[in-house]
Nanobody, 115 residues
Framework: QVRLVESGGGLVQAGGSLRLSCAVSGSIFSTSVMGWYRQAPGKQRAEVAT???????NYADSVKGRFTISRDNANNTVNLQMDSLKPEDTAVYYC?????????WGQGTQVTVSS
């Protein structure tokens, strides 16, 4: 089994920054994709950013240039640095670990951006 624990959410004013972290433990492999997704009220969960074990990144158009994803394979962590936050970034953010068809999720952390 794989366990993911997120931290770092909170309330911030528009234009501010937050850093999310996710610690992954259990039966994990170095060859995996890790990422962050978010779900706003009344909307479906959507991909924010992903990073492969080799460091290849992918970002949603809405966060390009503002968010940066990184991972530490030695410590099995993935981080999301969020800058220039906007009210529309308000959502519950979920950490994701996947390898092949197996997907795992954290419990989610609330990010609220006030205008």
């Amino acid at each position: 089994q794989v366990r993911l624990v997120e931290s770092g959410g909170g309330l911030v004013q528009a234009g501010g920054s937050l850093r999310l972290s996710c610690a992954v433990s259990g039966s994990i492999f170095s060859t995996s994709v890790m990422g962050w997704y978010r779900q706003a009220p009344g909307k479906q969960r959507a991909e924010v950013a992903t990073i492969s074990s080799g460091g290849r990144t992918n970002y949603a158009d809405s966060v390009k240039g503002r968010f940066t994803i990184s991972r530490d394979n030695a410590n099995n962590t993935v981080n999301l640095q969020m800058d220039s936050l906007k009210p529309e970034d308000t959502a519950v953010y979920y950490c994701n670990y996947r390898r092949g068809l197996a997907w795992y999720w954290g419990q989610g952390t609330q990010v609220t951006v006030s205008s």
